[in-house]
């Protein structure tokens, strides 16, 4: 399959399918919280879950042999970043009748190097969302299998024992039991809580966060509170900052063969450092882009300094005669504190 230069060359549709992903990139919403970095070693390797409490020293008597203190131990995850990739074709029909305007075909390989760019940022951020939610990625498909595993504690996904649906539900003291455990775990509180709109008119509607906000007795109380209420309720009582993941519809979702899927689960609330930072320093982790193979290739021209990232080329097919515009990436997030995350099922 050789490298067809007539109308686009692949530093041309490179720029395209990157310049798209990053326009969808910056609607996401995870895209926030696992930033995206260039990995050109493809491959991760982190000891898991680093925020820790510092470990005191101890004093001793005059003239004895200073003590040894202890390093971090605990699980090392690494692996290798997963390729992806795909295409798309102007068929031999297509490259005919483009052929009768000018650079018909040139804007076609555009048209579609920006939606393979935008596709494999759809597939990054729903992998950031399963990351997110569950602590974990797993993947199965076009013969790759693979689970990673980031090290969230177990007790870091939990269910509400009375869900939110229910206005009687004891959301303030599940909130108090789910935030001690995870200052338990951290030493710091969570920053934000990543809800869905059907999560928050949960809580706007719920009795106890209700009575809480007006102040008066459960036989006088009006149904439902405003979303601010609901906000200024978390702020006042150290619950963090409410975030909607689906406000609008290009954060809420992505098409999965042609299936409308969301990053994150409707019916969940995970609980987060605020994005750009965890307290104390550190990081929740990143969205590693390594360099393709394609790139590496010197007829494609792409410089040492664009190598990481997507790769986007137009491609000679012979019987029948058409052009294939493939798009290529490796990337993978990488969730470094997991702990740092905690998941509860709510409704």
Known sequence: MGYNTSFRNAVQLTGTARAAADDQHS????????????????????????LTYADSATFRAFDTEAPFGTTVG???????????????????YDQLVLQQSPDAVGSRLDQYADRLGRGIEARAELARGQAFETGLVT???NKLVMTVDFGRKAGHTVTAGTLWSNPTAPVPTQLQSWLAAYVATNGFGWGVAVMSLQTLLYLQQNQAIIGAVVGRGASDLPTMISRDQVQAYFTAYGF?????????????SVSVGGVVTRILSQNKVTFAPEPG?????????????????????????ISDADRPGIFAAALDQEDPESLNVLASAITLPVLENANATFTATVS
């Open 139 to 141: 993947i199965n498909e």
């Open 27 to 50: 609607q996401y919403l995870l895209a926030q919280f696992l930033p995206n970095r260039d990995n050109p070693g493809l491959s991760f390797d982190f000891d898991v879950n680093q």
């Open 74 to 92: 605990g699980a090392n995850r690494s692996g290798k970043l997963p390729p992806i990739s795909r295409k798309l074709r102007v068929s031999e």
């Open 240 to 252: 963090g900052r409410i975030i909607l993941s689906d406000d609008t519809p290009q954060k809420a």
């Open 277 to 301: 930072g965890i307290a104390g320093g550190g990081v929740l982790g990143g969205t590693d882009w390594g360099i393709p193979s394609e790139a590496l290739q010197s007829k494609y021209g």
